[in-house]
Each structure stands twice: as C-alpha cells, then as structure tokens.
C-alpha cells in the first residue's frame, strides 16, 4: 500500500473529500444501498479506510454525544472538516510531529468554530455584524437607522436609484428615511420594499417574517409573481413555496427583543430555541423534526437563557442535556 506521503496531493485531496463526504451522508439518513456503496468505498482501499477514520477522530475528539449531534448538523460540520483535512495533507515526512499537532490544534479549533462562531464565513460577506447577546443599532450611509439582534448579520449598499440592504441572518428593524430612492431588504427567497417606513425582518429556519410598524411596505416572492401589502400592525411571512396571507400581530410583542424579551404564540420550538441561542454562549441543538416543529407559546428573558431554557422545558417537557459547557442538546 502506497503511504499518504508518496501519493500526489491531488490525489490525497480527493480520497479526503470523499471521507468527508461519506461522513456527511452516514450520519443522516443512510438508505441501505447507500450502506453497501460506503462498505464497498471503504473495502476498495486501504488509504480510504483510514481516511474516514481520521475524519470520525476529527469529530469524535469533540465528545461522544458530539456524535449524535453530528447526525443532524453533518452538513454545517462539512466545511470544518475540510478545513481540518487540508491541514492534514500538508504533512510530511519531515514534518509528522509538527503535522500531528497541527492536525490537533485544527480539530479543537474546528469543534470551537462549530460551538461558537458557526457563521463566520457568512459573516465575510456582512458590513454589519452582531455578536452573541448583542443588540446594536448602526446609522446606515443613506440616513436610515437599523437595529440588529444578536448573532445577526446585514449587507447594504447603495446605488443611484436603489437602496438594498441583505439580511444574511437573525433579526432585524429598520426605521427607514424618507427618500426619492427605493428602499429594498432581502432576505432568503424574497423582498420587502419601502420608501420611508418602520418594520422588522426576521430570518427563521424555515420562514422569513415581515413586522410593519409605520407605514408601508411591499412584500414580494423570489420571483416577484407572489407579493402583498402590509398596513401598520400587520405581519406576513413567506419561504420558498411562496408568501403567505397577512396577519394582525401585536407590534409591542413583535418587536419585545429590543427590549430582552422574547414574545411568542404558537411558534416552533425550534424557531424559539434559535431565538434563544442567539444570546447563549455555545450552540443549542433541537433532536427530531417532531419535536422542532412543536408549537410552544411564552414570555422569555433573552438576557438570561438558562432561566429560558428551564422555562421552555417545564412547558414542554423536553430532555435537556449540557455537554461540558458549550453545547446544549434537547431531545424528546
């Protein structure tokens, strides 16, 4: 068998990617020709064994509930891993010592990212970016003001008769001022148009939600054949299947997060959780579709998420489970 270290790097690259790969897929949800594929893929080579196993190693050194984690964030793990491979194959014969730590240093640093910083290659791409537990309200270049949650991230830019700021993630009010330029915000699959108005955006799982507070705006699909006016003291929310009807909302309860609390009726917990974790230190993670998608309703200090959680619990009853200090798992 020919080592790692005579093998062309092109070639290293591409068993690596593959490991990867099959990581990702066997910790979904594997059907059993995709079992025998994987057993055959490990079988065909010795070299493609272990660079599974090095990649098991990389996550395991996480913890062992890691793993379980892993299943259903597999595919948010993948860039971390590639990171972590491409430090491994730079080692060399003369440099195996020096390679090993690095190797180790990048799965720490990997597993830290994955905790705490899950987003920071969205956030190249931001102008404007807030950290965990942080709210912050930015003067925007054209005379606007925006308000954004925490671990939230916005883009803007402006051109001769457009205004276009891009939600890229969490929440986010705008108090727009009035101008000849139209005044855009994506987010995800759709648009809100304005003029000079209040309203909030919020990025979700599954949904993008519009909170008009003065004003007006214009709500619009991906492909502008879906859109909808909102008139102060209503909501809409659309996704990739299209915009839905508008609804009354309570503004005071919509827009509470500016103030540290968190307002709900018949939300997913999943969306709620989120919330949450965007002011706790580490990662939250929700087990199972069912129990994501559980409908919970509430009053909760952002400003304290261990008595958010406890709250969330005693309602739901959920499973909770603290793995060291930086990861929650909640599970039926």
């Excluded at 214009?218 to 609804?247: C, F, H, M």
């Amino acid at each position: 068998m020919k080592s790692e270290t005579s093998l062309p790097q092109a070639e290293l690259k591409r068993i690596n990617q593959e490991a990867i790969a099959w990581f990702t897929r066997m910790n979904g949800e594997p059907s059993a020709a995709d079992r025998r594929h994987f057993e055959n893929w490990q079988n065909a080579s010795a070299l493609n064994a272990h660079a599974y196993q090095q990649v098991l190693a990389t996550w395991g050194c996480a913890d062992e509930a890691g793993s379980e984690v892993a299943g259903e964030e597999a595919a948010k793990l993948k860039q971390y891993l590639e990171a972590v491979q491409m430090v491994r194959a730079r080692r060399t014969k003369r440099n195996i010592l020096a390679g090993t730590a690095a190797s180790l240093f990048a799965c720490v640093a990997g597993v830290h990212m994955w905790l705490d910083h899950p987003h920071f290659i969205q956030d190249f791409s931001a102008d404007y970016v807030t950290a965990r537990a942080e709210r912050r309200t930015i003067n925007l270049p054209d005379g606007s003001s925006v308000t954004l949650d925490a671990d939230s991230a916005l883009a803007f830019y402006e051109t001769d008769d457009l205004r276009r700021a891009e939600l890229l993630r969490g929440i986010a009010y705008f108090d727009v001022k009035k101008s000849g330029k139209l005044f855009e915000v994506g987010a995800a699959k759709g648009t809100t148009r304005v003029t000079g108005t209040a309203f909030s955006v919020e990025v979700h799982e599954q949904d993008v939600v519009v909170n008009l507070e003065r004003g007006a705006v214009t709500v619009l699909s991906a492909d502008q054949s879906q859109q909808a006016q909102l008139k102060p003291g209503e909501s809409i929310n659309y996704n990739a299947s299209g915009v839905s009807t508008v609804q009354p909302v309570l503004i005071d309860d919509a827009f509470a997060w500016r103030d540290g609390r968190l307002i709900f009726d018949n939300s997913r917990l999943q969306d709620v959780v989120e919330q949450i974790g965007r002011y706790h230190s580490g990662r939250i993670v929700v087990m199972g579709s069912k129990l994501a998608d559980y409908q919970v309703s509430g009053n909760l200090p952002l400003d304290d998420t261990q008595a958010a959680l406890a709250s969330l619990q005693a309602t739901v009853g959920f499973k909770m489970y603290e793995v060291g200090s930086r990861l929650v798992v909640i599970r039926q």
